[in-house]
């Protein structure tokens, strides 16, 4: 029987990219699982059932059904906690503590012992501490939370090494849609919810913790085979396509492991907007990851399934427009329409100033569930351009750091992860209406809106001179100064010129 040669139809790159897509789909998963799945594991207060009546005064008797949370079927999710709302912000905040933590660390391990390896290890813990989310729950909440800890502490290696492998498989005019595989996650959020409500729904909520757990184990046996850190070890690419990739990066990618220039980078304008805008992006993204089902089950009174369903809507609208803008920057650069900075800022309407519009328009909605749920749609989606914005900006700056400084980015940014819990947990404490999430929406809206200004001030798209991979510059290393070689004439170099 004649053996099929993937090669021949299908690009070693492709598969990369592919591989890319679902990783970050599986990282999301195993981020946004307890969102859904803590509304089964605590007993409802009885307050929300207030809340939930002033908004179904809006909703006609024909569709009112979809909305009533039913308190009888709760108990049968499997067994519930008195959990109130600040330790349920707890919880679900734990993962970006760890995620936090480790973002910097994460991109110096991915530059030290490679990207593929730091995620196959990352994943595999993560799987295994999923698995036994159920156990950790029932010991002590604080079990619980040092689990979803170390669950974010091995997660933040993960974009960081995405990042590294970008740098050294993505050509240049090719870019653009590698940096779309990143939103892998959005298609991750959208299955996820809904895949776990109905999860609950008919077997439970431990349930839902194993099933996210075997899926990530498995996907990571494929990571571990298909995935090389650059295409010069890649087992199985063609000789042509290793030259395509290679020649198109020359002269941006250093073949030899460099110290980052971390006091130069410190001294950098364009880097810090980076950070900025980046911490903007991931407050909208999170926000609504961690508190998002909670609105539309506590405040607008969906049941637990419809929930998942709804909530997961605003990130397939982001996957698509992701897609669609990653495409459309593409042929920008092709075209040389515009230049790196100004698409950049012309994006960062999109990805961020909209957004923010949006949210806010939201909080005049009320109760019209319909509005509500098309504006937070429109929102997220609309913040899709950030694959043109701040998550590509690292490449730009310093492809051979893009690891390195997406890694910083992302520790900075995934404060957000537990502040905005947080504070969702402070204001909804003694009530959770809708006066308190309008409260919710506007900060949310002017951290979107003054991040994306300052970036359209301050932002550059220009390669900065930090990442010069042939000139020569004083690093500093442990605070003792080194001066560095040309490129071509590394102290390696010398050595092997002198035994000749």
């Known amino acids: 029987m004649a053996i099929i040669n993937i090669k021949s139809f299908l690009p070693t790159r492709a598969i990369i990219w592919i591989m890319l897509f679902t990783c970050t789909f599986f990282l999301y998963m195993i981020r946004i699982n307890l969102s859904i799945i803590i ?41 519930q906690y008195k959990w109130d709302s600040n330790l349920q912000g707890l919880i679900l905040g734990s993962y970006f503590w760890g995620f936090f933590l480790t973002g910097i660390p994460g991109g110096i391990l991915a530059g030290r012992f490679g990207p593929t390896r730091c995620i196959t290890i990352s994943f595999i813990v993560s799987g295994v501490l999923t698995l036994v989310g159920p156990w950790a729950a029932a010991i002590h909440p604080v079990v619980l939370i040092i689990s979803r800890f170390l669950i974010g502490a091995v997660g933040g290696v993960v974009f960081p090494s995405l990042h590294f492998l970008v740098s050294r498989w993505a050509p240049p005019d090719e870019k653009g849609k590698f940096i779309g595989a990143l939103l892998g996650g959005s298609l991750g959020t959208m299955i996820t919810w809904p895949m776990l409500g109905a999860i609950i729904e008919s077997f439970g909520w431990t349930w839902a913790f194993l099933s996210c757990g075997i899926f990530v184990i498995c996907w990571t046996v494929l990571w571990f085979y298909l995935v090389a850190d650059s295409p010069e070890v890649h087992p199985r690419i063609s000789e042509e396509e290793k030259a395509y990739i290679t020649d198109s990066l020359s002269g941006n990618i250093a073949k030899e492991k460099r110290q980052p220039p971390y006091k130069k980078m410190a001294c950098s304008v364009p880097f810090w907007t980076l950070i900025i805008l980046h911490f903007g992006n991931l407050w909208g993204l999170f926000f609504l990851m961690t508190a998002g089902p909670n609105f539309l089950s506590s405040v607008l009174g969906f049941t637990l399934g419809h929930t998942g369903f709804l909530a997961a809507l605003p990130y397939f609208a982001r996957l698509i427009f992701g897609f669609l803008f990653g495409q459309l920057g593409d042929l920008i650069i092709r075209k040389s329409w515009m230049n790196k900075t100004m698409i950049r800022k012309s994006f960062v309407l999109f990805s961020h100033i909209l957004p923010g519009v949006l949210l806010f328009v939201q909080t005049l909605t009320g109760c019209d569930v319909t509005w509500a749920i098309v504006l937070i749609t429109l929102s997220l989606g609309s913040n899709g351009a950030s694959t043109l914005t701040n998550l590509q900006n690292s490449q730009d700056l310093a492809p051979n750091f893009a690891g390195i400084i997406y890694g910083i980015a992302n520790c900075i940014g995934s404060t957000t992860g537990f502040i905005s819990p947080a504070i969702v947990g402070y204001l909804t404490e003694k009530h959770n209406g809708l006066n308190e999430w309008h409260t919710i929406f506007y900060i949310g809206s002017s951290v979107y809106i003054g991040c994306g200004i300052i970036f359209c001030i301050f932002g550059s798209g220009d390669v900065q001179p930090w990442n010069d991979i042939v000139s020569t510059e004083k690093k500093e290393v442990d605070g003792i100064e080194n001066i560095a070689f040309d490129s071509f004439e590394t102290k390696k170099d010398m050595e092997v010129s002198n035994k000749v």
């Open 39 to 79: 509304l089964a594991m605590v007993e409802p207060k009885k307050g929300n059932i207030t809340v939930t009546a002033e908004c179904l005064r809006e909703v006609t008797p024909a569709n009112i059904s979809d909305h009533v949370i039913i308190e009888s079927k709760v108990s049968n999710y499997g067994e």
